[in-house]
């Protein structure tokens, strides 16, 4: 095989012989078709439960092939992607550790980052110096590997969270296959990271679904439904999002959820009693701070390239 | 003049010699721009606080001409639409009462319906048989005449909320002029507008700006915000509304308002001590009952037409 970097094929130098994806959606299916519209991949591996939609991934031309079979797909592999629910990660990790050739790397895209190397921890009694820690900052609301594209990390954020364990080696590449997708790359520590993506994504979320739920459980939702708009879809568009994933989540990064939950709803009931008491300078504090902080976070970011 | 209604205008009939329309902005300046495409009005004369604003107003060929006295205004309209805030609404009945002609039908397009009601008695003494309540669900977070649209109407939702004493015939020209908009036209009590738009408008915007405040009083804010993903801008979009507008909303809908922030702080408490409890089972149900709901939403509505 050629080495994992070699100047021929890729701006980064990145070209990785044979790739297993591990969960073949819409993460998992966007970064092969992002690597392969790159030319840095030989071949792509698939697994996953789900006989039928490893299949469609191969028919789609997303994957050369495929294995239900986890520890025969990771076979050989140069470089493993498990792109799989932050719950099924333990699992996972004791899965395909016997399997994994000398030399291979392996990252993974879960959205809460103490619990997978928590779970590394778990089944391998360390954490592996070849397993970097990653979370892409993209998606949709939809899945499936139906709804992957090969733009779906461009100009989004990537998150690795390292260990001092972790080779200096692993993060390169794997910085290296992010940025061949076209994402702006971070690393930091994963307190931080579950912090963060608490505070800005994974709140909303239970927030959305929250109300949504409340809202639907009313007698008359038909009539509120009907009377809804845009800016109530926009405000509920994550409460479309797989329950199943976001279940797991919540419940894997349950501490830091709670916490910003917690200050949320401080801050929530503040604002409650100021309408209940008409206190409109209270009320317009909090408003104004928000618009303006708002309009900032739009100002930094620049338009959405995609919908994630 | 011209009845108010002639059938060779267009296809409700409607025709408007002489349109007034106080607050010359998004709602006002679309409204404006739909009636004229429609050939239903004769003269648009614009009035407001701003003579900079109407001007511009003026210069767009939104209105014909312009008066900061909102009584010079008013005088000789065949129908006048009060777009102002809805905390104006009492000064702006007083102003204008002298200067209306007979047979002059008025309405309003503000998002609480009670509150401009109460206001009508208070200054009138009683609810004028010739006052129709409106609220067209419509807008985006933009403001200002420079953001309107004749199209922004277009099969959106108006709610009218006309009471025992207002009389049919002008209850009949409210409507044919949203449906010569584009809208669609309900009617209702003003009580059950109000608890249906606390529900689905008024609390999303109250939970949007509390999220945003919350997350820039964090130390961190600028990394917080830097890593949000598509997910969060859709959830805060409503964040970047006006501060001003809202507040007056939040305070003119404050008793239907903080009942339905009170049934939503308790539905989400609870989910707060499942996901701090690890309660899988409940969580995943609140997420699924959500996902459900708002995906029937989705069908229901089908796909958005504007950003409102």
């Known amino acids: 095989m050629r080495g ?29 078709r ?5 030319n840095t991949v030989g071949e792509v591996v698939g697994s996953g439960r789900n006989a039928e939609h490893l299949q469609r991934a191969q028919t789609l031309g997303v994957i050369d092939r495929w294995d239900t079979d986890v520890a025969a797909a990771v076979a050989g592999a140069d470089v493993v992607v498990l792109a799989a629910p932050v719950s ?3 699992e996972l990790f004791r899965a395909i550790g016997p399997a994994l050739k000398t030399g291979v790397i392996v990252t993974d895209v879960g959205s809460t980052k103490r619990s997978v190397l928590e779970a590394a921890r778990v089944a391998y009694g360390h954490i592996p110096g070849n397993f970097v820690a990653g979370h ?9 590997v139906d709804a992957s594209f090969s733009q779906l990390f461009r100009q989004r954020r990537v998150i690795l969270t390292p ?3 972790t080779l200096p080696a692993a993060i390169a590449t794997v910085k290296a296959l992010w940025q061949t997708a076209g994402a702006q790359v971070s690393e930091m520590d994963a307190d931080r990271h579950d912090e963060i993506l608490a505070a800005t994504s994974h709140l909303p979320h239970v927030l959305a679904f929250a109300l949504v739920d409340h809202l639907a459980a009313l007698d008359d939702r038909h009539e ?3 009377f809804a708009a845009g800016g109530f879809r926009d405000f ?11 279940c797991d989540i919540a419940c894997a990064n349950r501490e830091a959820l709670t916490t910003a939950l917690d200050g949320y709803l401080q801050d929530l009931v503040l604002l409650r009693d100021a309408i209940a008491n008409n206190d409109s300078a209270a009320i317009l504090a909090v408003f104004r701070r928000a618009k303006q902080a708002r309009d900032r976070l739009i100002d930094l970011a620049g338009p959405a390239v995609n919908p994630a």
């Open 224 to 226: 509120i439904f009907a």
């Open 236 to 246: 509920t568009r994550i409460a479309s999002s797989s329950p199943e994933m976001w």
């Open 163 to 165: 260990t001092a364990e």
């Open 88 to 90: 099924a990660m333990e």
């Open 34 to 38: 992002a690597l392969r519209q790159a």
């Open 4 to 32: 994992l970097f070699s100047n021929d094929m890729s701006d980064s130098g990145l070209f990785i012989e044979r790739l297993a994806i591990i969960g073949v959606g819409l993460i998992g299916g966007s970064l092969a």
């Open 136 to 144: 892409p900052i993209a998606g949709t609301e939809r899945t499936g």
